[in-house]
């Protein structure tokens, strides 16, 4: 694959150093990535929620389009730890053989929908016969969804034309201009993006799988076995930050808002991102049947070929090199 071959390309024979006082965590632009952006925001105030759980350490947050460049940083041992969608890192832990990549905990399902343009005609799946979909970049968990979905329905789909569909990944700012000129006949993408096209481009939602697996938390496998203090206190960072947004959703959704304005540099109005939230479902928990139909659905596009064992991609503190 040549996806896959070009992650495991970017990895690099190197010591892990367990002294070192540095945590590097990816993760994305999108509302769907709730509890980085809630972290991070604490972060740039100098309230550090990961920073309570590792004391002396020092947290990088790292920003990443989609997944499949987080799992480049993942091989190329830029990063420690991402929240991703679960494709990429599917991906990432089948072309290593499972090597590289571990699940530590759920995140956020739900949040993801297919959006078409208000003129473009498509009110049903044959509709899509001679239309043009994007998604956030090639190989990311909605691209897959994406593929997964036409196939389902009985179409092709190609990258440069020649089948009944095209899809073509294009960043998620570019697709809510091109949707509000009327140049995109639909999307495939994430919060808050969804709800974006909505306002602003009058797109209308046609697919939406709330309990479909959206984030999850992974890490680099020889990091985490170089530091299994370190990666339990991350676990319990992350659950309890979980149960805190849970128990604080007005003061989370302007810390949302806030953090993405910031990574943006565009103002979020707070009311986007309480429109958004109704589309999320915030879970610690790691779905395997959910995973396993991600790689059917992967195998099925010709973006996945054999997979390790499933079991294996779960983090396990007794794991052995």
């Not at 938390?217 to 206190?233: D, F, I, M, N, T």
């Not at 959704?253 to 993405?260: D, F, G, H, N, T």
């Not at 996945?304 to 052995?320: A, K, N």
């Amino acid at each position: 694959m040549a996806l896959g071959a070009m992650l495991l390309g970017l990895a690099a024979c190197q010591r892990e150093d367990a002294t070192e006082r540095v945590v590097r965590i990816g993760s994305f632009p999108n509302i769907t990535h709730v509890q980085a952006l809630v972290a991070r925001n604490m972060s740039r105030e100098g309230k550090g929620w990961f920073e309570r759980y590792l004391p002396g350490y020092t947290v990088q947050w790292q920003t990443y389009n989609a997944g499949p460049s987080a799992a480049e940083a993942i091989f190329g041992r830029t990063t420690d730890l991402t929240y991703i969608g679960p494709s990429p890192a599917i991906n990432a832990y089948s072309v290593s053989s499972g090597r590289e990549m571990r699940l530590l905990t759920g995140a956020v399902n739900g949040g993801a929908a297919l959006l078409v343009n208000p003129h473009s005609g498509i009110s049903a799946p044959t509709d899509f016969r001679g239309k043009s979909i994007a998604t956030p970049q090639l190989g990311n968990t909605q691209d897959v969804s994406c593929r997964a979905w036409l196939a389902k329905n009985g179409l092709t789909c190609t990258l440069e034309g020649g089948g009944d569909v095209r899809v073509s990944p294009t960043t998620s700012s570019l697709q809510l201009q091109l949707m509000k000129q009327g140049k995109l006949d639909a999307s495939w993408t994430v919060e808050p993006w969804v709800s974006l096209m909505e306002k602003l481009a009058g797109a209308r939602l046609l697919v939406q799988e709330p309990n479909v697996v959206t984030t999850v938390l992974a890490g680099r496998r020889a990091w985490l076995q170089a530091h299994p203090k370190e990666v339990a206190a991350i676990i319990r960072a992350h659950c309890d930050l979980t149960q805190w947004i849970l128990d604080h959703p007005s003061e989370a959704q302007q810390r949302v808002a806030a953090e993405l304005s910031e990574l943006t540099q565009t103002p979020v109005d707070p009311e986007l991102v309480r429109s958004a939230w109704r589309r999320l479902t915030l879970t610690n928990e790691i779905d395997l049947d959910n995973l396993r139909r991600f790689v059917k659905d992967a195998q099925a596009a010709d973006l996945l070929d054999r997979v390790p064992p499933m079991e294996g991609i779960l983090y396990t503190p007794l794991q052995q090199p």
